[in-house]
């Protein structure tokens, strides 16, 4: 039974261009939010997308954005990097209604 | 806007200890609270679930407790062991319904000293 996979696992991309992260659901789960980790820092929470919307957000700018994909399947688009956006990019999965999140091992995106 | 705290930033002990991680949270109308375990540069590990109706969990050399009213949980780990080594995070969710976001504190590091 696989877990949450995400790809890549690690990016290097320049100031101003744009990233997209991805992430496959473990198996059964329907819900997939993203988080943000900076070093050093706990997770900040970007959003949430179940049934193909996006369910919760939160603060961060609209250079961030996703989409979730008839299989579950999730992915999240930066737009015009910033150094500051430099961080480890969790995804986790759930099941809706139930308790409980399966984190995958993260993306290390890197703005230079 | 919820807030948690979790003190201190970075812990070393021996090798056989018990030990005890704190986490505080600003707002107590929190719908579960939970500890995960970071290794370096890698995702999360779920480790114990506490429902706000609960008092504690446990699972294994692992006991975690909830006093929603003071805003306070405590991680106690005993008999501490190298492979303990990792930062431990806890998070609350604020709401009922399903799949609520997660509130993390900034969490504690951990060094168990063979």
């Known amino acids: 039974d696989a877990g949450v996979t995400q790809s890549p696992t690690h990016l290097i991309k320049t100031r101003g261009q744009q990233v997209t992260l991805r992430c496959s659901p473990k198996s059964g789960h329907d819900t997939v939010s993203w988080y943000q980790q900076a070093l050093g820092q706990g997770p900040q929470f970007i959003f949430q997308?179940?049934?193909?919307?996006?369910?919760q957000r939160g603060n961060f700018p609209d250079r961030f954005s996703g989409h979730q994909f008839p299989n579950y399947s999730s992915e999240l688009n930066v737009n015009a990097l910033l150094l500051g956006d430099s961080a480890l990019y969790l995804c986790?999965?759930?099941?809706?209604?139930?308790?409980?999140?399966?984190f995958g091992s993260g993306t290390r995106l890197t703005v230079v | 806007k919820q807030e948690v705290t979790q003190i201190p930033a970075a812990l070393s002990v021996p090798e056989g200890e018990n030990l005890v991680l704190n986490c505080s949270f600003t707002d107590s109308a929190i719908y579960n609270l939970q500890w995960f375990r970071q290794d370096p540069g890698k995702g999360l590990t779920s480790l114990l679930l506490i429902q706000s109706s609960q008092r504690e969990q446990t699972s294994g050399r692992l006991n975690a407790s909830l006093d929603k009213s003071s805003g306070r949980s405590t991680l106690y780990i005993a008999a501490s062991q190298p492979g303990d080594s990792a930062t431990y995070l806890c998070a609350v969710t604020s709401s009922g319904f399903g799949n609520e976001k997660l509130t993390f504190g900034t969490g504690t590091r951990l060094t168990i000293i063979p």
């Open positions: 997308y179940y049934e193909e919307e996006e369910r």
């Open positions: 986790a999965s759930s099941l809706m209604g139930a308790e409980g999140y399966t």
